[in-house]
């Protein structure tokens, strides 16, 4: 439908009044391009085939980025079209939901205004909804254990590896206490840290020690069964049982001993790698008799209790789940017919999220069942040998991390500015285009096909005229502003008839490496909305860019297969993302690429107050100071020699005013600051820039610097 508005544009000799066209001299193509024109007038047929845009709603918007879909129960869109978070999953009241913009925006307006000033991006968490997945995982084994008649118990553990923040392992503790939950260790960090979580966890909370283990790694384990953990030392290579046996007898410590079981049934997605018989992990059956007789020799066979394995994680579906379930309690039954004093059947995590949305069990994006399916799954599959050979139900115990803690945060983050590849270039009056014969005829054969309405020939012309100019700009017989224009002259052509606005790149606050490090290591994709503006329609088709040089902090694939995410044109606010499901890996997984640190971090409680929120704690990402001195530097040394160096060069006095405004640099976030409380002022004597004090002052107190942790209330 551009086509007759292009074709008279081109075509025409005399442009009408306001319009600018192209008009072709001789031997030269002299233009008074008027590329502001041409923007308006193709903006306005945009508009016009999007006439519906008015009709746009939130909901077409949950349909869109498909939020039931993968954010039921805890994410939707309100009304104002914001995304509102549900704290308690679907028994959420109304006045209990929580608008995200509103967090947002209290965490990170400046502290003048009330906000608590903290500079993006920002991870956002939400104990409640912690608190929800665990005992939603709870109550599924609970009610598959009761209606299938099972004759024992589930007792969870959670590993600490899928997010060993202290505040997320503190809550799981403190929520799982009613019903005997407990950590998973798989170092000796996670050990240490697992210990003086659970001296507030209920005394019977198993506490899982898997990995491969040293002398003091075991000693560790035992001692912490001297201070009354319920600890298992989960035997991952046969060495191990030696130390153990050693150990425990000169620490005199009888321990709980489980054994790692390399299982045959492999799990084909990407999280399966590991398993299966060539797996890295466990005992293969061999190395299971081997230890079992160590530990007879050794009267020590009582001790052996809990067989653990792990199929992988984000298992797919449940046949193979009940396949890899039901070879394990194979193994646990031969373990007490060998005299085992077995208790505990531990599952290993891989319960999976569902990222997409799609319900779909070939995608290592998706899992084809439910918690309560799962549960079911497991407890029937342990059951049904069980029986077989007339062993005591066992304890069941499961390892799930990723199911826990995925919801339960938010990374946030803004869009910035975006490339705008439509012609958008005001007025710019061109001399004259020096242009060769070929392009001259191409620029002809272009009209031509535009007023034969040939759109595949005057693509073809428009191309092969950019390509000839580009070379001519190689060769130095194009200046810059010509082929500026060229390209201007194409991106309109091409989007005249094709109609399709172009994917534009938008430049996100964030380090993909930092926060995102999944979707660059393995390709894993997560949900990515705007939180605010949901009731407008996005318009634009939209890849994100990150801050880091590198050309892999890029995002460029979405989920539901998109290569492009729809987002709203950039407004005069900020614009919001959110990224979704990343509670699980992401935190502890990034590094510091570029230097770009980790996010600040605010956790959100519901609140019956009149904001329905209650922002808890709140902490500033590393400085710019902190991520330096990770990598070896002095950042008090550094600003020593830079000082020193402007007062060498500037004078005593402007150079330490200058100075203040490098301190200040080591004190922010490194990532970019759009509302930037340094407005940094024009001083009249030499155009130096100093930071305002006040403001310095102002900033300096969220410096994560201080390591400054404080507690915030309001509601
Ligand atoms: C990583 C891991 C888990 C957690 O797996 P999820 O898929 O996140 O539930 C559990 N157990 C072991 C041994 C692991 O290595």
Not at 65 to 94: C, E, K, M, Q
Not at 207 to 215: E, R, S, T, Y
Not at 430 to 451: C, G, H, K, Q, T
Not at 540 to 563: Q, R
Request: with cysteine; hydrophobic share 35%.
């Amino acid at each position: 439908m551009g086509m007759p508005t292009l074709a008279y544009r081109v075509d025409s000799a005399v442009p009408p009044p306001g319009y600018s066209t192209f008009i072709v001299g001789e031997s030269s193509l002299a233009t008074t391009v008027s590329f502001s024109s041409f923007t308006t007038t193709s903006a306005t047929a945009v508009d016009s085939t999007n006439s519906n845009s008015t009709h746009w709603s939130p909901a077409h918007s949950s349909t869109l980025y498909r939020i039931d879909n993968w954010g039921a129960p805890y994410f939707a869109v309100n009304d104002s079209g914001n995304i509102t978070v549900r704290p308690h999953g679907s028994s959420t009241l109304s006045h209990q939901e929580i608008d995200l913009l509103k967090v947002v925006k209290k965490a990170s307006d400046p502290k003048s205004v009330g906000g608590l000033g903290l500079q993006m991006p920002l991870i956002v968490r939400f104990p409640d909804v912690l608190k929800n997945r665990l005992e939603s995982l709870q109550s599924a084994f609970v009610s598959a254990i009761q209606t299938q008649g099972y004759e024992s118990r589930y007792q969870g553990v959670y590993p600490v590896k899928c997010n060993q923040d202290r505040f997320v392992v503190e809550d799981i503790v403190k929520f799982g206490t009613p019903f005997r939950f407990g950590l998973e260790a798989g170092s000796k960090p996670e050990l240490l840290l697992a210990m003086s979580c659970l001296c507030k966890g209920n005394p019977e909370a198993l506490l899982i020690c898997n990995g491969f283990k040293d002398a003091e790694y075991i000693s560790l384990a035992l001692l912490a069964r001297k201070f009354q953990f319920n600890t298992v030392i989960v035997l991952e290579q046969e060495e191990e049982v030696k130390l153990v046996i050693d150990i425990s007898k000169k620490l005199s410590v009888r321990p709980v001993i489980g054994l790692r079981a390399k299982l045959r049934t492999k799990h084909s997605g990407h999280f399966g790698s590991t398993s299966g018989e060539k797996g890295k992990f466990g005992l293969t059956t061999n190395h299971i008799l081997r230890v079992v007789k160590d530990l007879h020799d050794s009267d020590m066979l009582d001790c052996l209790q809990l067989l653990h394995f792990h199929i992988g994680s984000q298992i797919p579906s449940t046949a193979l789940l009940q396949d890899g379930v039901s070879e394990a309690a194979q193994i646990y039954s031969e373990l007490t017919r060998l005299g085992a004093d077995m208790k505990v059947i531990d599952i290993g995590g891989g319960l999976g999220i569902d990222y997409d949305g799609s319900k779909s069990g070939n995608s290592d994006l998706s899992v084809s069942y439910s918690l309560e399916e799962y549960a079911s799954a497991v407890v029937n599959a342990i059951q049904v040998v069980c029986d077989r050979k007339s062993v005591k139900h066992p304890i069941i115990c499961s390892e799930s991390g990723r199911a826990i803690v995925s919801h339960h945060s938010v990374l946030i983050f803004e869009a910035m500015s975006t490339t705008d590849t439509a012609p958008s270039m005001n007025q710019i009056n061109l001399p004259f285009i020096e242009l060769s014969e070929d392009a001259r005829s191409d620029y002809w054969n272009m009209s031509d096909a535009v007023m034969r309405h040939d759109n595949e020939t005057c693509l073809f012309y428009a191309d092969q005229l950019k390509q000839r100019c580009v070379e001519q700009f190689k060769e130095g017989s194009l200046g810059i502003e010509q082929l500026a224009a060229v390209d201007g002259l194409f991106d309109l052509v091409t989007k005249t008839i094709v109609e399709t606005e172009p994917v534009r790149t938008y430049l996100v606050n964030l380090s993909i490496f930092t926060s995102i490090p999944d979707f660059w290591s393995i390709g894993q994709i997560f949900p990515i909305v705007p939180i605010h503006r949901l009731d407008q329609k996005p318009e634009v088709k939209a890849i994100l860019s990150d801050l880091t040089c590198d050309s892999d902090g890029k995002i460029d694939k979405f989920i539901g297969g998109e290569a492009n995410l729809p987002l709203h044109k950039p407004g005069n606010g900020q614009y919001y993302l959110g990224m979704f499901l990343g509670g699980a890996y992401q935190e502890a997984l990034g590094g510091v690429h570029n230097l770009f640190g980790s996010p600040s971090v605010v956790t959100v409680l519901q609140s019956d107050g009149p904001h329905s929120f209650a922002i808890t704690h709140a902490m500033s990402g590393p400085s710019c100071a902190d991520v330096l001195r990770v990598m070896q530097h002095e950042p008090k040394l550094m600003f020593e020699n830079l000082k020193h160096r402007a007062e060498e060069f500037c004078g005593i006095d402007a150079g330490s005013c200058l100075a203040s405004t490098v301190a200040r640099s080591f004190q922010n976030m490194p990532y970019l600051e759009p509302r930037s409380s340094c407005s940094l002022t024009a001083m009249n004597n030499g155009g130096f820039y100093y930071c305002n004090k006040e403001d310095y002052y102002a900033g300096s107190e969220t410096g994560a610097n201080e390591d400054e942790h404080w507690s915030y209330c309001f509601a």
